[in-house]
């Protein structure tokens, strides 16, 4: 055991070695950032030493690295990149849009197109409104709970990420939003029902992501939404479903999969046909606070809520992205996982993928993977291996152990992925010893 872990970390070094030597030019990128930007970068998740590689290209399912080497992306920029580099219908909603002027000052008609949609496909939304990003979604979601309900406290669940202020991975974050959390563990119903038990008076909301993200793409236990649903409901907490990555994983969202709606659901990423968005909407009764025609009403502004550029894409995204077109991803990513899960048991290794749909995780360990504490247990130098031996083996995916399938990636590049997990496990197979 322990020799196995001496030696994962002898080979995690070997292969921080050769990604440098083999990544000048990103290197070099990285040492000029660093002269302008905090450890140079403006997104912490990006960052992984030695130095992160700067992608300098994209089409369709591919990425170009500074060094010219190729990439079959399976990141979809974090959920965010559903439609490939540079998809057609996308790049010609923008032109157009370009064409017509931007930053006009005023309503532009696609705010009301975009939110139909949206109204259309999640079953809980009556009505939307946009905000720039799925943090400020998230932000809009609570603040509006806490001013509605006029209660402080909110519940949300160890090692959840709602962006980059309601970050709750190994204990939280300093920055996070000056909010009294209450912390919970995800799937774990007794202890979850005791404390929301002991706060039924001060809690405004429960925030949830039916399926943890960046948590370790861990689903929610339908029965453990539900109980949250029903406790909520019974003390008058908002029950927001923060779906900025799980909306994509069935037409309608893990809330219509489920059937089980939140008072507020948040969304992101993708719906923004890639562009920089997020919204936040839910039952008539709760969104009228925002009609501006009404005295008192909630003020919500933001100059970029209803961007001509990423109300035009999204438009042009959602009509790509069919309940069909959800429906074939959603399964390609489960067949992904079937078979990457079949191939690890087979070999009998500490591996093992979880997620749902289009959105799965490595974890190098076996057994269940129910929170994010179970999924701290894995050994991480050897998910830092995993991802140096991918990208060198052309694949583009997050350090953390997400993969994401995004629209253009075909059968054939699944494929290529599982020939090269098999070979991660053939070549580490004695790091790998369960
Ligand atoms: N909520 C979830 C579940 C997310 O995964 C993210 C981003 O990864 C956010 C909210 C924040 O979205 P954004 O990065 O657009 O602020």
């Excluded at 931007?102 to 705010?111: A, H, P």
């Excluded at 943090?135 to 979601?141: D, G, I, K, R």
């Excluded at 609570?142 to 980059?164: E, P």
């Excluded at 993928?353 to 799965?360: A, E, H, N, R, Y």
Aim: charged share 20%; hydrophobic share 40%.
């Amino acid at each position: 055991m322990i020799a196995n872990s001496i030696d994962a970390k002898i080979a995690l070094e070997e292969a921080r070695e050769e990604y440098a030597a083999n990544n000048p030019k990103s290197r070099e990128r990285h040492v000029e950032a660093c002269t302008v930007l905090p450890g140079g970068n403006t997104r912490t998740v990006l960052f992984y030493p030695p130095f992160p590689l700067t992608m300098v290209r994209g089409k369709d399912s591919r990425l170009w690295d500074a060094d010219d080497h190729e990439y079959i992306d399976l990141l979809g920029e974090y959920t965010a990149g559903l439609y490939g580099h540079s998809n057609p219908a996308i790049r010609a909603a923008i032109e157009k849009a370009l064409d017509g002027g931007i930053d006009r000052g005023s309503q532009n008609g696609l705010e009301a197109k975009l939110a139909a949609v949206l109204c259309a496909r999640f079953p809980s939304l009556d009505f939307v409104r946009f905000t720039n990003s799925g943090t400020e979604a998230n932000l809009m979601a609570i603040s509006a709970a806490r001013a509605i309900t006029r209660r402080t406290k909110v519940l949300v669940f160890d090692g959840a990420y709602h962006g980059g202020v309601f970050s709750f991975a190994g204990g939280g974050n300093r920055i996070n939003a000056p909010f009294e959390f209450v912390v919970a563990s995800y799937n774990d119903l007794d202890p979850t029902m005791d404390l929301l038990q002991r706060n039924t008076k001060d809690l405004a909301a429960v925030i949830i992501e039916p399926m943890m993200g960046a948590g370790g793409c861990i689903p929610a236990d339908k029965s453990f939404l539900q109980a949250l649903r029903d406790a909520t409901r019974e003390h008058g907490i908002f029950l927001i479903f923060d779906e900025v990555m799980t909306s994509r994983l069935s037409p309608s969202g893990l809330q219509g999969r489920h059937g089980i709606l939140p008072d507020i659901t948040t969304l992101g990423k993708y719906i923004g046909g890639g562009m920089t968005c997020g919204a936040f909407g839910g039952r008539a009764e709760i969104m009228q606070y925002f009609d501006a025609r009404q005295a008192n009403a909630f003020p919500h502004a933001g100059t970029f809520n209803n961007n001509v550029l990423t109300m035009s894409a999204g438009l042009a995204g959602m009509s790509i992205y069919t309940p069909e077109a959800a429906e074939q991803l959603n399964a390609r990513g489960d067949r992904l996982r079937r078979r990457l899960n079949d191939l690890v048991k087979k070999e009998g290794v500490k591996m093992q993928f979880t997620g749902t749909g289009s959105m799965l995780n490595v974890h190098m360990c076996t057994g269940p993977i129910r929170n994010p504490a179970e999924a701290a247990k894995a050994d991480k130098d050897l998910a830092d291996l995993f991802f140096f031996d991918l990208v060198a083996q052309g694949f583009w995916l997050a350090r953390r152990g997400m993969i994401v399938l995004s629209l253009p990636n075909t059968d054939a590049e699944c494929d290529q992925f599982a020939g090269a997990v098999e070979e991660f496990v053939a070549t580490r197979r004695p790091l790998l010893a369960a």
